[in-house]
């Protein structure tokens, strides 16, 4: 059974970074799809970025392309998102998901979900 762990949320001024970590255990995800979602108060989830695990490739939303970074440590079977150049409409509970499709589109069904971590953007 695969198990997600985020963390790193945490209440952050705009403009500034964060860093988010996602522990994957019970698989290593070489052949998975693995993204970040989040979900903003009174709206739906929206896929924020994914990371092909056998090759790297990765893949952004517009609202995020150039301010976040996804990577991945194979070794210890880590995911990261650096969020930086924080805006107010960031703000909302980040999920990490993994699905065993090959296509890094973040396109809902996944597979196994973490229980997220919380991200506020305000002064």
């Known amino acids: 059974q695969l198990q997600l762990v985020e963390s790193g949320g945490d209440l952050v001024q705009p403009g500034g970074s964060l860093r988010l970590s996602c522990a994957v255990s019970?698989?290593?995800?070489?052949?998975?799809?693995i993204s970040w979602f989040r979900q903003a108060p009174g709206k739906e989830r929206e896929g924020v970025s994914c990371?092909?695990?056998?090759?790297?490739?990765?893949r952004y939303a517009d609202s995020v392309q150039g301010r976040f970074t996804i990577s991945s440590d194979d070794v210890e079977n880590m995911v990261y998102l650096q969020m930086n150049s924080l805006k107010p409409e960031d703000t909302g509970i980040y999920y990490c998901?993994?699905?065993?499709?090959?296509?890094?589109?973040?396109?809902?069904?996944?597979?196994?979900w973490g229980q997220g971590t919380r991200v506020t953007v305000s002064s």
């Open positions: 998901a993994v699905t065993m499709s090959p296509f890094c589109d973040m396109k809902e069904p996944y597979n196994y």
């Open positions: 019970g698989s290593t995800f070489n052949y998975w799809t």
């Open positions: 990371i092909r695990g056998s090759n790297g490739y990765t």
